[in-house]
């Protein structure tokens, strides 16, 4: 819009300075003549100027604004990603520190319900945790050793996703390996 309005207004001081020279008799030489027409010559010259300074402020601007708003949307981004790693982080903890919390007394009845809790964790292990994973093998393993996990329905779903997470753990960790070979079994 501000471009449109600035061409416009370039182009009427353009051709108003064109006028002003037209008028201008150049068979006669005089001292006022020659004045008239070097003030035209640099009324047309500075109107080419500022035509094309009020051009190029406005690129400029639009080209700023943009680059400024790529920036920020890619640091939002950034931002956003690193919250989420948080976020992602401190649930695994949480879940680690309540699986923890309740296999500590392991008899039937709490094993079978950290069960659920300590797959959920597991699965949300990745390979930089190594000390994690070994974490949840150990609680794991003492669940299996007290219950038979796949004589129980409800367990059927989260045996199958166990075995699959350690699958995928077992090039990060051994225990995960040992869990799986003794599920296996």
Request: hydrophobic share 45%; proline share 3%.
């Amino acid at each position: 819009m501000k471009e449109d309005i600035s061409l416009a207004l370039s182009i009427i001081a353009v051709v108003l300075t064109m006028f002003s020279v037209s008028r201008i008799d150049p068979f006669y030489l005089t001292s006022d003549s020659i004045l008239s027409a070097s003030l035209a010559v640099i009324s047309v010259c500075t109107a080419i100027i500022v035509a094309y300074q009020i051009f190029n402020g406005a690129t400029i601007e639009k080209r700023l604004r943009k680059l400024i708003g790529e920036e920020y949307e890619r640091r939002l981004e950034e931002y956003k990603e690193e919250q989420k790693k948080i976020v992602e982080n401190d649930i695994f903890f949480f879940k680690l520190s309540l699986v923890s919390s309740i296999s500590s007394s392991f008899s039937s009845d709490p094993a079978i319900s950290v069960y659920p809790i300590a797959v959920n964790a597991l699965m949300d292990c990745n390979e930089n945790t190594p000390t994690q994973i070994k974490t949840l093998c150990f609680i794991l393993k003492g669940v299996h050793d007290k219950i038979d996990v796949s004589e129980i329905g409800m367990c059927q779903p989260y045996l199958d996703i166990e075995i699959k997470t350690l699958r995928r753990l077992t090039k990060f960790s051994d225990q995960a390996f040992a869990l799986l070979k003794q599920i296996s079994q």
